[in-house]
């Protein structure tokens, strides 16, 4: 059923065919059609960063940017939930036309520009959603705030955050904010992820509860660059790493038509970059730094291969829109298999 309904999709605006389907899928969770359409999910429990998942199966930030959509997404059976990314100040974002599907190399680029309604309407949906759901809440600096004057912005989102989230992700690595991927090197990564430490620590302890902190990182980086990142991680003691965002690079769908248009390129054709990125990470990182995969995954086989290169947790995002909510279904079974 599910690539019927996607070919009637991929008729309409890129944009418009995600906002109705959301929409949709939020109508059906409230009628209750949602949870009689969907399959029991396995139980195949994994701790990492101090939670208990109850599956290795997570959504990627990007698709539920405000946190509107919690309750149908969990019914899908993700295993966790990334929201965001969300800045301190609503932003409408870049221009439109900013979304783009490749269905040819099943890919979609993307310069959305962190488009977000700000992190207090996204927190009143967190604290409004009836789920049990482990969610993540990734965070970013406003288009409008000067990259050095980036942390200010990333402590508020942080202090804001802390008290609803199960872990919040530091996004460094979107290509679509001009200077934002200039935070993941040299001294103005060190500053800005010992600040955020420092300041987690202060909230771990007036709350009395440790909220994890991810750093999420681009696929574009040399070895040299992933060993460098991996010493500040180690250094300032980063909980995880989700590896990767989006790519620049074009190489895998040259000629494509929209392969040219600015922005982030993600699914399918960045599965082989973003695996070897999350095998040097492992390779670099402490051995009990988990690593959270993301970029590519449109199998069962995909994700096996992310957790085989030494991820703890994958998220997918793209396969989602081209595979359908059954992939969820079809890697928790691999994997509960395969154990």
Known sequence: ????????????????????????????????????????????????????????????????????????????????????????????????????RLPEAQAI??????????VDHLLEQVQAAQTDAIIGINIGKNVDTPV????????????????????????????????????????ALDNLLSALKNRQ??????????VPMAV????????????????CFSRVGIDAVIATNTTLSREAVAGLPHADEAGGLSGKPVFAKSTEIVRQFRQALPADMPIIAAGGIMSAEDAMQKLEAGAQLIQIYSGLIYQGPKLIQDIVKTIQKRR
Not at 38 to 60: C, D, E, S
Not at 164 to 170: M, S
């Open 1 to 100: 059923m599910y690539p019927l309904l996607r070919n009637l999709m991929f008729k309409l605006d890129a944009e418009t065919s995600h906002h109705l389907g959301m929409n949709s899928l939020k109508w059906m969770e409230m009628s209750g059609v949602l949870g009689l359409l969907m399959p029991k999910m396995p139980t195949v429990p994994v701790h990492v960063m101090g939670l208990r998942f109850p599956n290795p199966v997570g959504l990627a930030a990007g698709l539920d940017k405000n946190a509107d959509y919690l309750e149908a997404l969990s019914v899908l059976g993700f295993g966790f939930i990334e929201v965001g990314t969300v800045t301190p100040r609503p932003q409408p974002g870049n221009a439109k036309p900013r979304l783009f």
């Open 109 to 118: 680029i993307n310069r959305m520009g962190f488009n977000n309604l700000g």
């Open 201 to 210: 620590a202060e909230l771990a302890e007036k709350f009395q509860r440790y």
């Open 148 to 187: 050095d004057k980036a942390l200010d912005d990333y402590l508020i989102g942080l202090e804001k955050s802390y008290p609803h989230a199960d872990y919040i992700t530091i996004n460094i690595s979107s290509p679509n904010t001009p200077g934002l991927r200039n935070l993941q090197f040299g001294k």
């Open 216 to 231: 999420k990182v681009a696929p574009d980086l040399t070895l040299e660059e992933v060993q460098q990142l991996s010493e």
